[in-house]
């Protein structure tokens, strides 16, 4: 049995005095009273060491920790980066190539701010306006809205059934160009900041990037559109991998490149898929500890930062 406890973060940030103090996120001083646990209670180790396993069985000590940060946001850099450095920790940080290679922001990212903004029950009711003059204008084939809310409404972990359907419906269950669409007009009524300025504030330059790679980070891949794996066809897969690797190609790991599903979502074929093109492991965000002598490489499990003191002490009961 050789276990390792992945964390995952996303927005690290001085919330409270942040433009968007509702954002999701850890507070900067939570996150450095974490870190400070992670020390006294865990051992961290790095990418390579977790690698190290798989290709020699060089064993992790016990209670081995890796830290991984999703989705390029500047709190990486900003806040995250310097407190793993004085630590001595190493931080894997999964990068969309879209973000990396043209500052564009995902969906995802507009919906998280789209939320921050307005209550999400006006977003919830806009969403369901929308799907009633889609359904009425035969613009599209959709089931019924009683049948969407049926499958897609629904509480989760740290999301209401309210936020849950938005989320599903605008980053998957709706055509990509009209959910494409209509998040695009949510966040510019709502947010009203050109996504173009917008996006350099929230993201890390690729010169930050590759200086925290030069300064021993890791880096790895998380798609390139920021999809749901799950949800494209073989061929789109294909060309979301591919140009994921080109755009992330200078640096990430050419012989060692690591994944993580966008949104966790994965299926057979596309844990298959990045096998097969060679990556060395990839994680999901299902919520227990992995054990590297078990779980498959492609399906490596992670907990969240909340499931750690000083948010609580769920980590314990995984
Ligand atoms: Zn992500």
């Known amino acids: 049995m050789q276990k390792l406890y992945v964390v995952v973060y996303h927005y690290v940030r001085d919330l409270k005095y942040s433009r968007y103090p509702n954002i999701k996120g850890l507070d900067v001083r939570l996150f450095k009273e974490q870190i400070a646990f992670f020390k006294e209670n865990f051992n961290a180790v790095t990418m390579e060491d977790v690698l190290d396993y798989y290709d020699r069985g060089t064993p992790l000590p016990d209670k081995a920790l890796l830290l991984t940060f ?121 947010v009203g900041v050109d996504e173009r300025i917008f996006g350099a504030e929230l993201y890390m330059t690729p010169d930050q990037v590759r200086f925290m790679k030069r300064s021993g980070m890791f880096i790895g891949l998380h798609g390139y559109g920021h999809y749901r794996l799950n949800s494209l066809s073989p061929e789109k897969l294909k060309e979301d991998m591919d140009a994921a690797f080109s755009a992330m190609s200078d640096v990430i790991d050419p012989k060692n490149p690591v994944m993580n599903y966008p949104y966790g979502s994965y299926n057979e074929a596309s844990a298959e898929y990045l096998r097969k093109i060679g990556c060395r492991a990839s994680f999901t965000v299902e919520p227990r500890i992995a054990d590297l002598d078990v779980d498959d490489r492609m399906l490596l499990p992670r907990l969240d930062c909340n499931d750690f003191p000083p948010k609580s002490e769920h980590y314990l009961e995984v």
């Open 70 to 190: 999703d989705d390029a946001f500047i709190d990486h850099y900003t806040v995250v980066f310097p407190v793993l450095q004085e630590n001595h920790m190493q931080g894997t940080f999964f990068i969309p190539g879209q973000v990396y290679a043209e500052c564009k922001m995902p969906d995802m990212n507009k919906i998280h701010f789209i939320i921050e903004k307005a209550p999400v029950s006006d977003i919830y009711n806009e969403v369901l306006r929308r799907i009633d003059d889609l359904i009425s204008n035969h613009e599209c084939e959709l089931p019924s809205r009683e049948e969407l809310l049926e499958k897609y409404a629904f509480d989760k972990r740290f999301d209401k059934k309210e936020t849950v359907f938005v989320k599903q419906m605008l980053q998957t269950v709706l055509p990509e160009d009209i959910r494409h669409r209509i998040t695009a007009e949510l966040f510019d009524r709502y």
